[in-house]
């Protein structure tokens, strides 16, 4: 995942912009962790209405907010200050979180640009990365399909029946480069680019998927596909 400080500073400038909240921004993501890592239903949500009502609109804590909490979240884990259970549900709750915002706020018209299926492997143990993706490439405008947990199979299926322009696949550290080889195999020819937290492992382990492109970059990844970013309609 890209370095947070440079897009949470642009958002605490436009804030002060437009006469938001100058709570510092370092809070409103150590209160929304705290929020997920909390076993009480419907607290990340009322973290985020209070973010709302500070200025932050819902866009904006699911693009920036929310990864920066899930970063958070697994240098906790790799620092053994959170349990791999602990950081699991958090994740969960993040994903639930976005499902809620996307609902409240309209935040995912149907887009009319390239057709993009994000998937995440069958031994996934996280797909919040996938599905934070997904939701940045509706809002842009992009046609997206959404499929979690696939195996070969499911892959071949969705590409024999849909027009996709290319697919990302989203890994985490902990998956099988091997498994996701034949994800990758399974998806010849159309163009794939292999992202997330398995490509911080360097590129001895990338290398194993097999995968023609790999970048967390989204800008990279479709430029990789030679996609351009269609034209977007406003959200609420």
């Not at 490509?199 to 596909?225: H, I, K, N, Y």
């Amino acid at each position: 995942m890209r370095n947070q400080l440079e897009p949470l500073t642009r958002d605490l400038l436009a804030q002060r912009k437009a006469g938001a909240s100058r709570r510092p921004i370092s809070r409103y993501v150590a209160q929304l962790r705290a929020a997920c890592l909390r076993d009480q239903p419907g607290a990340c949500l009322r973290s985020a209405k209070g973010m709302m009502k500070a200025g932050i609109d819902a866009g904006r804590i699911a693009d920036i907010y929310v990864p920066a909490v899930a970063q958070a979240l697994g240098e906790d884990w790799v620092a053994d200050r959170n349990s791999f259970a602990d950081v699991t549900l958090g994740a969960s709750r993040l994903q639930a979180l976005l499902r809620e915002l996307d609902e409240a706020a309209a935040l995912h018209p149907y887009g009319d640009g390239p057709a993009l299926l994000v998937a995440t492997a069958a031994e996934a143990h996280h797909t919040l990365g996938a599905v934070l993706l997904a939701g940045q490439l509706r809002r842009q405008g992009f046609s997206v399909r959404l499929l979690l947990g696939a195996r070969p199979a499911d892959l071949q299926q969705q590409l024999r029946q849909n027009g996709f322009d290319a697919v990302f696949l989203s890994a985490s550290r902990s998956e099988d480069p091997q498994g996701l080889r034949r994800l990758v195999e399974a998806a010849r020819p159309m163009p794939l680019v292999l992202g997330g937290g398995l490509l911080e492992l360097g590129p001895e382990v990338v290398a194993q998927t097999r995968a023609p492109q790999a970048t967390s970059d989204l800008s990279e990844a479709l430029r990789l596909c030679n996609l351009a970013r269609p034209a977007t309609r406003p959200t609420r």
